[in-house]
């Protein structure tokens, strides 16, 4: 089992910046790959950024592309920095990690999730 637990949300103002963090336990030697996940009311969960374990180039939603970037920043931390944040950026934020083997891109692989962190952008 793995858990995460995500902090970092907050409220900012349009063009503000925010650095959110997924603190990992348990086995995370057993996970293969780590995404950011957002979804506001009404909406679908959108994958916004995703990065393999062990790997340093991330995938991002092109929605959220050279405003946001993800990073492992040690064996069990994962961070996404977000800059020119925009009203439509508010959401709950989730960490999730998949196993070994699992092919990022693929939404049914994450089998751990965080409870979410919330972000604001107001305008």
């Known amino acids: 089992q793995v858990q995460l637990v995500e902090s970092g949300g907050g409220s900012v103002q349009a063009g503000g910046s925010l650095r959110l963090s997924c603190a990992a336990s348990g086995y995370t030697y057993s996970v293969g790959c780590w995404s950011w996940f957002r979804q506001a009311p009404g909406k679908e969960r959108e994958r916004v950024a995703s990065?393999?374990?062990?790997?340093?180039?991330g995938y991002y939603a092109d929605s959220v592309k050279g405003r946001f970037a993800i990073s492992k920043d040690n064996e069990n931390t994962v961070s996404l920095q977000m800059i020119s944040l925009k009203p439509e950026d508010t959401a709950m934020y989730y960490c999730?990690?998949?196993?070994?083997?699992?092919?990022?891109?693929?939404?049914?692989?994450?089998?751990?999730w965080g409870q979410g962190t919330q972000v604001t952008v107001s305008s």
């Open positions: 999730a990690a998949a196993r070994r083997g699992s092919v990022c891109s693929t939404s049914a692989v994450y089998v751990y």
């Open positions: 990065i393999y374990t062990g790997g340093s180039r």
